[in-house]
Structures are given as structure tokens and as C-alpha cells.
């Protein structure tokens, strides 16, 4: 989904509409709206697939004609490819690079993202801001109350421990547990004792689930050990929730994220 905004000196936005319409080639055809008043212009792109970011290209181009000299920025939570930032294994592509490289060559005055999985991605972007988190945790811990915060594996440590000292919220470390000899992931681990507090698992991305489905059952048990009957909460910054919500719905009593890719309901937006 491609959105487009024209923005005043004050700071005030008006929609500019954007048209597009598919060749039965399977080429993108774009055009936008024109001679809207604006001072800069402010796109937000949400990119699930391939399509939707050459949309953006077409879009950004259109723009640029429309409205020349004009400042534009680019306001995109998710970004594609963060999660292939290394080349793991010869022959691969370093494809957060090759995205990276392309939003580049646009030119774009700034570039806003959310939670980017890991610090290769704002390295590789030009003018990045990433946007704070904090206010949207702080509206789940309205929402449920004190709880201690869980960093679902060696990944999200830093970061999550990072947000649990920012919350005053206390802090659990879970990580995977790896076949030496294969590499392959056989199960989940939790170091030391849970606190008698509801669990927040905390995470930048939530795609089929297993990872969080199988950390839960590792911390119910752990509970169940320490006679605890605490519920668990999860929440995600990009919850693509490939596989629906209801295997994660059956562990924990709440979804949490700040971009909803199923528009299921019962992942409440924060």
C-alpha cells in the first residue's frame, strides 16, 4: 500500500491521490494526482512483496515529475530484505544490500523505519531515522499492567534489555537451543527463574509464529515448575502473522504490534 501526502510549511497534509492499474503483462502502471499545494511531500509505503516496492519506484518517479524540486520523504516501517543482511552461504545475493542500494538511489530526503531487525539495514541507508518504540510499549503496559519483559532469543537480547531498563520493567532471557553438530534449532531455553509478573515477549518480527508458539510452552512449563499462573502477552513491531493469529492466540492472551499485515482484529494496533 502506497500513500502520498502533500505537506505545508505548518506542518498540515492533504492526500495525494495515487492510481494504479496492472498490464496484462504484469507491468504497474502509476500516475498521481497533480498541482496539489505542498511544500514537501511525505510518502508511506507498506512493501509485503516484490510488487508493491517496484509500485514505490513508479510512484516515487511519478512524484518527482509531478512535483519537481520538491523535498521528498519516505516513511517505511517494514523493510524488505532486513531479515537477509548476510551472505550465509556462497552463490547467495546480500539482498538487504541490493534493497538498501535501490531506495538510495531515489534520493529521498529522509528515510523513517521502524525496529530494523538488526543494525546492517540503518548502516546501509541513506538519512535513516529509526522511530522510537518506547511509546508504543508504553501503550501496552497501559493496557496490561506491570510485567517483565522477555527477549526471545541471543537476537533480541541487547535490544530488549535496552527497552525493559527505558520501562523500569524487570527483565527474562530466553535463547534457542542448537544441534552442535547440524546447526539445526532443537528446542527452546529459559535462563533462571521467571518473576511473579505477567511475561511480555518483545520482538521486531513475527512471521509464522513457531519461534513464539514453542517459547511459550517453555514458559508455561517453567511456570507450572514455580507454581505461577501469570499470562503471557505478545508483542511484535511487524506482525506479518503469516499463518494467522490462532496459533499464537492459543498460548498468549493478547497480540500486540505496531503494523498489522493480516487486519486481523485481534491483534490490537499500538
Not at 12 to 35: K, R, Y
Amino acid at each position: 500500500m502506497i500513500k502520498v501526502y502533500a505537506v505545508s510549511r505548518d506542518g498540515a497534509s492533504q492526500d495525494i491521490e495515487v492510481n494504479t492499474t496492472m498490464f496484462p503483462g504484469g507491468e504497474v502502471h502509476v500516475s498521481v494526482g497533480l498541482d496539489i499545494p505542498a511544500d514537501s511531500l511525505r510518502l508511506h509505503a507498506h512493501l509485503p512483496n516484490a510488487a508493491a516496492v517496484m509500485t514505490l519506484l513508479l510512484v516515487t518517479d511519478a512524484l518527482r515529475r509531478a512535483y519537481p524540486g520538491l523535498p521528498l520523504s519516505l516513511h517505511m516501517p517494514y523493510v524488505p530484505y532486513a531479515r537477509q543482511d548476510r551472505v550465509a552461504n556462497p552463490g547467495e545475493a546480500l539482498s538487504a544490500k541490493v534493497f538498501c542500494d535501490l531506495i538510495n538511489a531515489q534520493g529521498y530526503s529522509r528515510v523513517l523505519i521502524q525496529d530494523p531487525h538488526s543494525d546492517v539495514v540503518p548502516a546501509l541507508l541513506d538519512r535513516v531515522v529509526i522511530e522510537d518504540p518506547l511509546p508504543a510499549l508504553r501503550k501496552v503496559l497501559a493496557q496490561v499492567g506491570p510485567v517483565a519483559l522477555v527477549a526471545p532469543d541471543a537476537g533480541a537480547r541487547k535490544r530488549v534489555l535496552k527497552l525493559a531498563q527505558q520501562l523500569g520493567c524487570d527483565v527474562v532471557f530466553a535463547d534457542k537451543v542448537r544441534d552442535t553438530r547440524t546447526g539445526a534449532i532443537t528446542g527452546t531455553q529459559v535462563a533462571g527463574s521467571l518473576p511473579a509478573l505477567p511475561l511480555l515477549v518483545v520482538d521486531d518480527i513475527c512471521d509464522g509464529g513457531r519461534t513464539f508458539t514453542e517459547l511459550a510452552t517453555v514458559l508455561r512449563a517453567r511456570q507450572i515448575e514455580q507454581d505461577l499462573h501469570a499470562p503471557l502477552y505478545l508483542y511484535v513491531t511487524h506482525g506479518i502473522f503469516s499463518k494467522g493469529p490462532e496459533p499464537l492466540l492459543a498460548h498468549y492472551r493478547q497480540l500486540f504490534t505496531r503494523n498489522n499485515w493480516s487486519g486481523d482484529l485481534r491483534c490490537a494496533l499500538v
